[in-house]
């Protein structure tokens, strides 16, 4: 999955807060041109940070997440990336499901 040595943790797909403000069309119909709910082997973990509150931030992975979630798969493998430094209020409090696809 070419995560190295850094461990993959099932999360809530709902619990992820987009750090991204929409999800860019080209790119999410590439992903869903080869994503298999039934299937996640060729899924690459998705890229989140955390905060002192814990609350779990996307980093790299919205459209993969977005699928995911459109698909009904509640849990995402994903790596912790690092701890997120900004502030919880400069990203909103929403999940994959409430991002525009442009």
């Known amino acids: 999955m070419g995560i190295g040595m850094r461990s993959v943790y099932w999360v ?7 750090t991204a403000d929409h999800l860019d ?3 999410l119909d590439a992903v869903l041109g080869w994503f298999d709910p039934e299937d996640l082997s060729r899924l690459k973990p998705l ?3 955390s905060d002192t509150a814990l609350n779990l931030y996307l980093l790299d992975g919205h ?3 977005w699928a995911l979630w459109a698909t009904g798969v509640d849990k995402a ?3 912790v990336k690092d701890t997120f ?3 919880r209020a400069a990203f909103p409090l ?9």
């Open 94 to 102: 929403r999940d994959i499901s409430s991002l525009p696809i442009l």
């Open 85 to 87: 430094p900004q502030k």
């Open 47 to 49: 890229e989140i940070a």
């Open 12 to 18: 809530d797909v709902l619990r992820l807060i987009p």
């Open 25 to 27: 069309r080209a790119k």
């Open 63 to 65: 459209c993969r997440a």
């Open 77 to 79: 493998p994903a790596v």
